[in-house]
């Protein structure tokens, strides 16, 4: 049976010092990223989740250029993901 110590969540060195982002930069972030797709994601070092909007939205930009609702629906997809924001996934 592991102990109880072995189920509490790491807590990497340092990691108190990272500050979360305000409302206002949050909501920046979401903006940007509905502009452009990653972002914001990037921004909070978020590196495969920016690379990936980027390309699912790219996509479909493309084969959907000829509607609006579809790669709008994309764009606000990648800004939500980047306004909510969850911190990046770190293993230790």
Avoid: C, N
Avoid at 7 to 20: E, F, K, R, T, V
Avoid at 46 to 51: H, M, S
Avoid at 56 to 81: E, G, M
Wanted: hydrophobic letters at 60%; glycine letters at 8%.
């Amino acid at each position: 049976m592991p102990s109880e110590a072995s189920l509490q969540p790491a807590i990497l060195a340092g990691a108190s010092d990272i500050a979360l982002p305000t409302v206002k930069e949050s909501f920046l972030l979401g903006v940007a990223s509905f502009f452009v797709p990653g972002l914001g994601q990037l921004f909070r070092g978020r590196f495969l989740a920016a690379i990936g909007w980027l390309v699912v939205v790219l996509l479909i930009d493309f084969f959907f250029h000829w509607t609006v609702f579809v790669p709008v629906l994309a764009h606000l997809a990648a800004a939500f993901d980047a306004y909510r924001g969850r911190p990046p996934i770190v293993s230790v």
